[in-house]
């Protein structure tokens, strides 16, 4: 089974701080994705990556950037975080193609006081 | 910017069909429609993908129109454990995939 990981499942910061999301799969895919994930706007892609430092911005990248050194860690980094951050953060990976099914992990749930 | 839509929510009972329909005006020539499913607290989950006409997998059928702007998932018979918000994915071009507002779907017994 394909497992996707994320470092936490609830962080709490404090405005301006610098936040780490760390997401690892163990199946040798391709691609890998963040969403963040509010009430009543479903699912909204930030980045993704279809391989080694290899990077694409999604819908809502502002505020954000990503890190790609090994095929199997994709992290999401908030340079300083800010209230309107506070949210559900989802990682996922693919296979090759970007069609290809998502395989998602459990969900980081970021609180920004 | 056209938005990939679906019903908010939807009830139903224990051993109907369940039918979920997502509009996507702006799907890509190329591109696949998958339906996801999530339970609270958990990341979404793969259901069914397709292209065009009809797809049927073990769990649903997913229904899409010759015009592919709108796509239907169609549940046989659900059960309390059917219980989840069931989200579209489309693509819309290269590397723009958009997920559907979800629906809400409550099985009743």
């Known amino acids: 089974d394909v497992k996707v990981t994320q470092s936490s499942r609830y962080l709490v910061k404090r405005t301006g701080e610098k936040v780490f999301l760390e997401c690892v799969q163990d199946?040798?895919?391709?691609?890998m994705f963040w969403y963040r994930q509010d009430p009543g706007l479903g699912l909204r892609l930030i980045y993704f990556?279809?391989?080694?430092?290899?990077?694409e911005k999604g819908d809502i990248p502002e505020g954000y950037s990503v890190s790609r050194e090994k095929k199997e860690r994709f992290s999401l980094i908030l340079e300083s975080a800010s209230t309107n951050q506070t949210s559900m953060y989802l990682c996922?990976?693919?296979?090759?193609?970007?069609?290809?099914?998502?395989?998602f992990g459990p969900g980081t749930r970021l609180t920004v006081l | 910017l056209a938005k990939t839509t679906q019903p908010i929510s939807m009830d139903s009972y224990e051993g109907q069909e369940v039918n979920i329909t997502c509009s996507h005006n702006n799907i890509a020539t190329n591109d696949y429609i998958t339906w996801y499913q999530q339970f609270p607290s958990q990341g979404p989950r793969f259901i069914i993908q397709?292209?065009?006409t009809k797809v049927t997998n073990e769990v649903a059928s997913l229904f899409i129109p010759a015009d592919r702007k709108s796509s239907t998932l169609s549940l046989p018979r659900v059960s309390l454990s059917d219980t989840a918000v069931y989200y579209c994915?489309?693509?819309?071009?290269?590397?723009?995939?958009?997920f559907g507002t979800g629906t809400r779907l409550k099985v009743l017994a």
């Open positions: 996922a990976s693919s296979h090759d193609r970007f069609v290809d099914e998502q395989f």
């Open positions: 994915l489309v693509g819309e071009g290269t590397y723009k995939y958009i």
């Open positions: 990556s279809y391989d080694v430092k290899m990077k």
């Open positions: 199946m040798d895919h391709e691609n």
């Open positions: 397709g292209y065009k």
